[in-house]
């Protein structure tokens, strides 16, 4: 069966710092996967997805950037974390029209 | 533009009464609609999905939502709630096509009175 991981679970990191999430789906292959950042009472904001490596497509502009540089590896990075970059970020991976979520990285910029 | 709206922020019943969750859309076709939830600090969970046909659909944890294409809705219902039922649930709305982008609403809180 399928399964998509996250990493690190929390993470906290102050102003001006770098960041790395990393998301990992097993029992695939090919898949279409997400980025989505939630916001206290603002849903889930699409930020990118890929249909296959080194495709990224960005939905709105933002510090933050996305590489996939294997099949199941989707990565999201910053070089400069802002304070306004706080939030849950959730991956998700698509399969019969249908996404699937990882368990999410609560990210707090101090 | 394509939007989704979830009118109650946060809902509050008693455990065993009956519940409804509202979702309205704008969608310029036949939407793809789904449910998700979400348990405090977890990722979502998928609850149910329309793609065509029987306009009701069940899902999982006893959840069934109507699709009103008159109504541009897709109100999700339970007959009798559970305390562990209480949690975010969010709607969706999405195209088919090769990237599947999915529009959330903002979500509605559910709190269970024991």
């Known amino acids: 069966s399928q399964t998509i991981h996250q990493w690190p679970a929390t993470l906290v990191q102050p102003v001006g710092s770098p960041l790395s999430l990393e998301c990992t789906v097993e029992g695939t292959s090919n898949p279409n996967l997400y980025w989505y950042r939630q916001a206290a009472g603002r849903g889930l904001q699409l930020l990118f997805y890929?249909?296959?490596?080194?495709?990224i497509s960005s939905e709105v502009p933002q510090n933050l950037s996305a590489s996939r540089p294997q099949d199941r590896q989707f990565i999201l990075s910053s070089k400069k974390l802002l304070l306004s970059d706080s939030g849950f970020y959730l991956c998700?991976?698509?399969?019969?029209?249908?996404?699937?979520f990882g368990p999410g990285t609560r990210l707090t910029v101090t | 533009a394509q939007s989704v709206t979830q009118p109650d922020i946060h809902i509050t019943v008693s455990e065993g009464a009956s519940l409804e969750l509202r979702c309205n859309y704008s969608?310029?076709?036949?939407?793809?609609l789904f449910w998700y939830v979400q348990s405090p600090g977890q990722g979502l969970q998928l609850l149910l999905k329309y793609f065509s046909g029987d306009t009701l659909v069940q899902g999982i944890k006893g959840f069934e939502a109507e699709f009103k294409r008159s109504q541009s809705s897709f109100n999700l219902r339970k007959p009798s709630v559970h305390w562990s039922d209480a949690a975010e649930y969010f709607c969706a709305v999405g195209a088919q096509g090769s990237q599947g982008n999915l529009i959330f609403g903002k979500g509605t809180k559910l709190s269970v009175k024991p």
């Open positions: 969608y310029g076709a036949t939407p793809y």
């Open positions: 890929s249909v296959g490596i080194g495709q």
């Open positions: 998700a991976w698509r399969e019969d029209g249908k996404q699937y």
